[in-house]
């Protein structure tokens, strides 16, 4: 299947930072990308959706100038927390669907980042 | 508003059948997806129902009916890896994947 590869697969950030996570899909075009958010014992929600080239459509409640999403290629969607706090502390999951696929997502490792 | 639903957690013994069950009310139908996903890494694709009836792949099997908005997902011969989260989830209308909130399946020896 096709690879989607995510970096980091963990980060340690003080409080006030930022923290950049990158999503890449290594042998396939990704016209769409999507950023997850998952919280212990919780399911995946959805944050944005990420087309390449234009501006991420951004879920209800969710900060678009907090979360910066950049999908500048069809291959690497980016994914800044900025100015991060405790309460951001989460696992970040990113997914990307060929084309008009109306089959699989192909998810990243995720990324758990901890706030400190 | 947009739900699915499916149990929290479920226990099985190593070796048996275990049936997942997975309800949804959504806004429009484009597949309903079956994932594994093992504690702190990212979920992976099981299986995919766009039309009713059986889908066999493996030990894994997945059922859909539209009609009333009912999967489930079904495990043979269940081994201790089989031990992880199972997320149910739909693509609705605007084909936005809508998740379940995961079944924890614990399989014990």
């Known amino acids: 299947g096709a690879v989607v590869s995510q970096h980091p697969s963990w980060v340690i950030c003080k409080s006030g930072t930022s923290v950049k996570i990158e999503c890449r899909s290594l042998d396939f075009q990704a016209t769409t990308m999507f950023w997850y958010r998952q919280f212990p014992k919780q399911s995946l929600m959805l944050m944005a959706t990420?087309?390449?080239?234009?501006?991420?459509?951004?879920e209800q409640g969710v900060e678009k100038d907090k979360f910066l999403i950049n999908h500048a290629s069809l291959t690497l969607s980016t994914l800044t927390v900025t100015s991060a706090h405790p309460e951001d502390s989460s696992f970040y999951i990113c997914?990307?669907?060929?084309?008009?696929?109306?089959?699989?997502?192909?998810f990243g490792q995720g990324t758990r980042l901890t706030v400190v | 508003g947009q739900n699915i639903d499916q149990p929290t957690e479920m226990t099985a013994t190593e070796g048996a059948i275990v049936q997942i069950n997975c309800t949804y009310q959504?806004?429009?139908?484009?597949?309903l997806f079956w994932y594994q996903q093992h504690a702190g890494e990212a979920p992976t694709f099981l299986s995919y129902?766009?039309l009713d009836g059986l889908e066999e792949k493996g030990r894994f099997s997945s059922f859909l009916s539209r009609s009333k908005g009912y999967s489930y997902l079904l495990l043979k011969e269940l081994q201790m890896k089989d031990s992880a989260s199972y997320l149910c989830a739909v693509k609705d209308s605007n084909y936005q994947l809508i998740w379940g909130a995961g079944t924890k399946l614990i399989i014990k020896p």
């Open positions: 959504t806004s429009g139908f484009n597949g």
């Open positions: 129902n766009v």
């Open positions: 997914s990307a669907i060929m084309g008009d696929s109306n089959t699989e997502a192909f």
């Open positions: 990420s087309n390449e080239g234009s501006k991420a459509t951004y």
